[in-house]
C-alpha cells in the first residue's frame, strides 16, 4: 500500500517556477513507477510527467518539455516536478501517481493505468 501526498502548488506569475512535491509512505517506494497529472477546469486530466523506479527513464509531455524536469530522492521517499517558464496553460490541479512496474519500457508511461494517487495540489498561473 503507497500513500502519496503532493505539495508546493500556489499562485505564480507567468513565466515564473514551482517546484512540486510527492511524498510517500509505504513500502518498496523504489519500486514504483511516478507520475504527474494535471487536470484544468473543464478539460480531461493530462498525463505530464513520468520517472521509472530507477530514475533512469523519464518522459514528458510535449507541452512542458525543456520546461519541467521530474526527479526523485529515494532515501526521502519523494519525487519531484520542477515547472519553470510556467504558461497560463498550466494552471490546474496537479496530481502525482504511481503504479509498480517491472518493464524497462517506459514510452507510454503517461497513459499507464496508475494505481495510487494524491489528493492533488492546485497550481495557478496568472497572466
Known amino acids: 500500500q503507497l500513500h502519496l501526498v503532493e505539495s508546493g502548488g500556489g499562485l505564480v506569475q507567468s513565466g515564473g517556477s514551482l517546484r512540486l512535491s510527492c511524498a510517500a509512505s509505504g513500502f518498496f517506494f523504489d519500486k514504483y513507477t511516478i507520475a504527474w497529472f494535471r487536470q484544468a477546469p473543464g478539460k480531461e486530466r493530462e498525463g505530464v510527467s513520468c520517472?521509472?523506479?530507477?530514475?533512469?527513464?523519464?518522459r514528458y509531455a510535449d507541452s512542458v518539455q525543456d520546461r519541467f524536469t521530474i526527479s526523485r530522492d529515494d532515501a526521502k521517499n519523494t519525487v519531484y516536478l520542477q515547472m519553470t517558464s510556467l504558461k497560463p496553460e498550466d494552471t490546474g490541479v496537479y496530481y502525482c501517481a504511481a503504479k509498480g512496474v517491472t518493464v524497462p519500457d517506459h514510452t507510454f508511461c503517461l497513459i499507464w493505468l496508475y494505481g495510487y494517487w494524491g489528493q492533488g495540489t492546485q497550481v495557478t498561473v496568472s497572466s
Open positions: 520517472i521509472s523506479s530507477s530514475g533512469v527513464s523519464t
